[in-house]
Nanobody
């Protein structure tokens, strides 16, 4: 059974940091591009960042460039998203996804709330 389990979300003040984790099982994690996607209240899904298989290439949505860092540990089958300088507009449910040409596998999401 394929599972992606996110953790690390929570309430943080503007300017703060959080590190999200996504633990994978049931598929060959190392062979997959992995992505973080978020959904803000009342809005649609928004792509945040993608990392290739092997971790040598990363891409980011413009609003998070320079603040967020995606990484992976294939030995631990875990995807990460380090989020710094958080802003209220980063408030959303964050999902990790295993990618084919489109997302194939989805986690259940973790809530990130940025508020004073």
């Amino acid at each position: 059974e394929v599972q992606l389990v996110e953790s690390g979300g929570g309430l943080v003040q503007p300017g703060g940091s959080l590190r999200l984790s996504c633990a994978a099982s049931g598929f060959t994690f190392s062979r997959f591009f992995m992505t973080w996607v978020r959904q803000a209240p009342g809005k649609g899904l928004e792509w945040v960042s993608t990392i290739n298989a092997g971790g040598g290439s990363t891409t980011y949505e413009d609003s998070v460039k320079g603040r967020f860092t995606i990484s992976r540990d294939d030995a631990k089958k875990t995807l990460y998203l380090q989020m710094n300088s958080l802003k209220p507009e980063d408030t959303a449910v964050y999902y990790c996804a295993g990618m084919g040409t489109t997302p194939i596998y989805w986690g259940q999401g973790t809530q990130v709330t940025v508020s004073s």
